[in-house]
Nanobody, 122 residues
């Protein structure tokens, strides 16, 4: 079973930036879809961004133009550059892997790791 470890979360003021990273214990290239989802307390899980094996990316509307997803197949790293952060971006962020379509329906990935907390203050 592949292990995923997310890092890079923290507390920033609105308008700030953070870069999340996700280290995978297996070759990322063996998975068709990689992505991030987030969950805030008392709220449902929300997809954020996804990138497929060929590098095509998808973003949910609320983060388009502010977040950038990327991957490094050599280092087995998945990254999420987050700029112009807003208080509503506050959540636990999870990196995840999946097969089939990218992003999967409802961003329901097959595998995900521990999250990293992002807190944005106004």
């Amino acid at each position: 079973q592949v292990q995923l470890e997310a890092s890079g979360g923290g507390s920033v003021q609105a308008g700030g930036s953070l870069t999340l990273s996700c280290a995978a214990s297996a070759y990322l290239y063996s998975w068709y879809c990689m992505g991030w989802f987030r969950q805030a307390p008392g709220k449902e899980r929300e997809g954020v961004a996804a990138i497929d094996r060929d590098g095509s990316t998808s973003y949910v509307h609320s983060v388009k133009g502010r977040f950038t997803i990327s991957k490094d197949n050599v280092k087995n790293l998945l990254n999420l550059q987050m700029n112009s952060l807003k208080p509503e971006d506050t959540a636990m962020y999870y990196c995840a892997l999946g097969g089939g379509q990218c992003p999967p329906e409802n961003y329901d990935f097959n595998v995900w790791g521990q999250g990293t907390q992002v807190t944005v203050s106004s």
